[in-house]
């Protein structure tokens, strides 16, 4: 009873904030002079009325739903992992290295996607072990890996993987380790079942196994945790293992999944700040693997908003960016408040240490 | 419910618009590469030229911009399924994939694109010959080290594609031959290296900041932009070094690309621009569709000889100051101040330099020097062995 009220109350939340968001974006666009109801309907409408729109915007979900994962893996476990960006940036480059060789069909799909899970969790271990032994702030540490794989990726694209006739880009992606894609002419690929997957397996993780329940024990008040015997270490690398699997994932879905080009570039336009977003969506989603699926669509639905609104209620793409920007803040000021409230509680029970 | 509301909402829309003046001549859409306007070059350079074809023929304009490169494609599939424009130009190499899949599903579609050939029956391709524009500044930026004494010239670049080794690879060429042209006139052999770098960006201003500073420290006389909106970062490391100097003039110099950027910090910190006229040839494919002369898979090749590139000139300068008024980075007063400056840091040369640039254009117009135009990594490595410019 106590979760369905929980559940209703969050959703309440969540909508109430919506619409805090959208008066508060549509104040802003009226003050400047451009008609808020006209950019709304195209916000709305370039996902929401056909399926061509609702692809696209489920397109966009996919890498959003695997990249909030890791974040929100973290932060069950009290844990500020922001490193799913340069995991997934050496994700998408590992899932591009499978084609350096010739596998069947199915099977070189599933070897480069576990070379990208790989990659990705190999990037998560140094930050985690870190943490796990020497106390160092995971916030930090992810975020300098996250610089050191940026470089790291440049590098690997235009010296390792590198296209023999384009320079610019990584080799291309031999189509037997492609998601084939769902909707023709649309970007959506198949690839979104895997990102629903995984998010019902960590769901299924987190809340029926001991595993889970160690790491969400973890989160709610370490100290009561490690009294009941639980191992931090061990969660810690856990989470941080996890989440590094499903951002490489989430690199992959973008290599092998998003037409027109099956590569990575030089400078990393497609992939770049997937990671970070996945932040924002963990925070609509409350953190939730269930809650993420739909915050990713609905952030997904935004970003092809932004095209639909440029094209046809000519706004320009700062202001487009300013209405996403704040319907996204409004609707992750709720979990963003709890999070925060919850550490300041548990700083003032226990005496200021973390 | 939720799509009643919704035709419910767009009728109100409709009766809020106000009279709609006359129909249009004809619509473009105009989809624009990541960074997007605002860079005072690459893509400002696309919008202006769209935007004179626009008022000249009467047209209407649409600009979208792409925030990742996973927009490319989605971007141009929904202007083409709209199926309400004349045209559509895609501005950016990067977008040649997207293109090639798109092109094909709207075969009634007209699109253009810069930078790249997209060989498909209904696209124009515009391309540029910037390592014959690259040479020119890289002669001058070659004779302005020697004649200042500097032991380096710079170059910031951005992404490394193809595009770029085209104005890396015209630059070595003309850094050598100004060079040994100098030599030639003063009999002194010069002892002058290039520091390059690609810094992987076309949108991250601090990097070209960083980059054009390192570059300065080691003695770089001029940094020739070629990564658009970069050059915002790199005007502040020149204007930053010469603040350090008690300078208001170069040395050091930035090199301008894309517009005329000579009106940049004050008329007297940008010696030169190398111009890439993607206004032109925006202005170019709309004026053919308005014209009915469009004709699909063929290519416009832009060069020194139809002035689709080229070195910055006083009568462009005029034209771009406005550029710069209207995009908000200067203000019309300072109008002649810049004109004034520039022409006394460009009186501050010898004159012989200047005419020097001029007789590598003309040689390169009559077909009497070829400048190297690497297509592929292998080529661009064999230009790098070439003109390899290391101090000794």
Redesign the interface.
């Known amino acids: 009873m106590k979760r369905v009220y929980d559940t209703l109350r969050s959703v309440a939340e969540s909508i109430l904030a919506a619409i805090i968001g959208l008066v508060v974006a549509g104040l802003i666009l009226k003050a400047w002079g451009y008609?808020p109801?006209?950019a709304?309907?195209a916000l709305?409408?370039a996902s929401f009325?056909d399926l061509?729109g609702f692809s696209?915007a489920l397109a966009?979900a996919t890498p959003l739903i695997l990249t909030a994962l890791t974040f929100a893996v973290a932060a069950r476990a009290g844990l500020f992992n922001i490193g799913a960006e340069g995991q997934m940036y050496l994700g998408a480059l590992a899932a591009v290295a499978a084609s350096l060789f010739r596998l069947p069909p199915v099977l070189h799909l599933l070897v480069a996607l576990a070379f990208a899970g790989a990659a990705g969790a190999l990037w998560a271990l140094v930050p985690s072990g870190l943490r796990a032994t020497r106390g160092v702030s995971e916030v930090i540490s992810t975020i300098m890996f996250n610089w050191i794989s940026r470089f790291l990726a440049?590098w690997l694209v235009?010296n390792v993987l590198?296209d023999?006739?384009?320079?610019?880009k990584t080799i291309t992606v031999l189509p037997p380790s492609r998601f084939p894609t769902l909707v023709r002419?649309?970007?959506l690929s198949y690839a979104i079942f895997l990102a629903v997957a995984v998010a019902l397996l960590v769901y299924f993780l987190l809340r029926y196994t001991v595993t889970g329940y160690e790491m969400r024990a973890a989160g709610a008040n370490p100290d009561a945790a490690r009294y009941g015997g639980v191992r931090s270490a061990k969660v810690i690398v856990l989470v941080f293992l996890l989440g590094g699997i499903t951002a490489g994932l989430a690199g992959a879905t973008?290599s092998l999944g998003?037409?027109?080009?099956y590569a990575v570039?030089?400078?990393l336009?497609?992939?770049?700040?997937l990671g970070f977003d996945g932040i924002g969506v963990a925070m609509i989603g409350r953190n939730h693997p269930l809650g993420i699926i739909f915050a990713a669509i609905f952030y997904g639905g935004l970003?092809?908003g932004?095209?639909?609104m440029?094209?046809?209620a000519?706004i320009?793409?700062e202001m487009v960016?300013m209405v996403q920007g704040v319907i996204v803040l409004a609707l992750a000021l709720p979990e963003l408040l709890r999070i925060f409230r919850g550490f300041r509680r548990r700083r003032v029970e226990l005496g200021g240490e973390r | 419910m939720y799509r009643r509301f919704?035709v419910g909402?767009?009728v109100?829309?409709l009766l809020?618009l106000p009279l709609a003046g006359q129909q249009p001549q004809g619509r473009v859409?105009l989809i624009l590469d990541?960074g997007?306007?605002g860079d005072l070059s690459f893509n400002d350079m696309g919008f202006k030229g769209t935007e004179e074809a626009v008022r000249d023929f009467g047209w209407e304009m649409?600009?979208?911009?792409a925030?990742?490169?996973?927009?490319?494609?989605?971007?141009l599939?929904?202007?083409a399924?709209?199926g309400v424009f004349d045209l559509i130009i895609c501005v950016g190499?990067?977008q040649a994939?997207?293109l090639?899949?798109v092109a094909p599903?709207f075969p009634d579609q007209k699109f253009a694109i810069i930078d790249a050939v997209v060989d498909q029956p209904n696209v124009l391709s515009i391309i540029f010959e910037e390592q014959e524009g690259s040479a020119l500044v890289g002669a001058l930026a070659g004779m302005l080290a020697a004649h200042y004494g500097y032991p380096y010239v710079g170059i910031v670049l951005?992404?490394?594609?193809?595009v770029l080794?085209r104005f890396e690879a015209g630059y070595r060429f003309g850094i050598d031959w100004g060079l040994r042209k100098y030599a030639e006139v003063t009999g002194e052999e010069p002892n002058v290296g290039l520091l390059w770098v690609?810094t992987?960006?076309?949108s991250d201003i601090a990097k070209g900041k960083a980059a054009a500073e390192a570059q300065i420290e080691k003695g770089a006389v001029a940094v020739y932009n070629v990564a658009g909106p970069l050059g915002v970062g790199i005007l502040e490391a020149v204007t930053e070094k010469l603040e350090e100097l008690g300078r208001e003039a170069g040395p050091p110099f930035m090199i301008g690309v894309d517009a005329n950027q000579d009106w940049m910090g004050d008329g007297n910190k940008v010696i030169a621009s190398m111009m890439k006229r993607v206004d032109v040839g925006c202005y170019t494919a709309i004026r053919m569709v308005h014209e009915g002369t469009f004709e699909g898979g063929r290519i416009l090749r832009m060069s020194l000889a139809n002035e689709g590139v080229g070195i910055s000139r006083f009568l462009d300068l005029l034209d771009f100051i406005d550029f710069g008024v209207a995009a908000g980075a200067i203000s019309a007063e300072e109008r002649p101040e810049i004109a004034a400056n520039w022409a006394a840091m460009r009186a501050s040369l010898p004159t012989w330099i200047w005419k020097a640039v001029d007789e590598l254009e003309e040689k390169i117009l009559a077909g009497e020097i070829v400048v190297p135009k690497p297509t592929?990594?292998?080529e661009?490595l064999k230009v790098r062995e070439l003109y390899p410019l290391v101090r000794e």
């Open positions: 008609s109801i006209s709304y309907i709305f409408e009325k061509y696209g966009n440049f235009a590198v023999p006739y384009r320079a610019e002419g649309t970007d973008q998003r037409p027109p080009s570039f030089s400078g336009p497609k992939i770049s700040n970003q092809s932004a095209r639909v440029q094209l046809f000519g320009p793409l960016r | 919704l909402l767009a109100l829309a809020a859409a990541i997007g306007r649409t600009v979208t911009e925030v990742t490169a996973a927009d490319f494609l989605p971007n599939r929904h202007a399924r709209a190499f990067l994939d997207a090639n899949q599903e951005g992404i490394e594609i193809p080794y690609y992987g960006t076309f592929t990594r292998e661009m």
